[in-house]
């Protein structure tokens, strides 16, 4: 399980940034950032703003993590067919959105 709040405080100490410019390009003061480096899971609204403003993909944590898994963990599941496709469809309202998680996932928009 990755540990979000370490992953950004690894991150934001290595850009040497200044808790109170961070803080500020978060609309919030530096107590709340190091309360963000506490915490296990975040906001995805949040993570995609401090992923902005530390030019670092966050997700792709995320997504690598998912790859080193295996999808399904119960064998059982594939023993009746082997050959159903499974899709997924996810709606994303803002088109700015939508379209950086395109990039992120190198996925047609």
Do not use: W
């Amino acid at each position: 399980m990755i540990h979000v709040g370490k992953e950004i405080e690894k991150v934001f100490t290595k850009k040497g940034i200044k808790i109170s410019v961070f803080a500020s390009k978060l609309n919030t003061v530096p107590r709340n950032v190091y309360n963000i480096f506490t915490r296990e899971s975040i906001d995805t609204e949040i993570l995609f703003k401090i992923s902005q403003i530390l030019q670092y993909d966050f997700f792709r944590l995320y997504f690598n993590q998912k790859l080193n898994e295996p999808l399904i963990k119960n064998d059982a599941l594939f023993s009746k067919s082997l050959s159903k496709k499974l899709s997924i469809t996810i709606e994303i309202e803002e088109e700015k959105t939508k379209n950086e998680i395109c990039k992120i996932l190198n996925i047609p928009n």
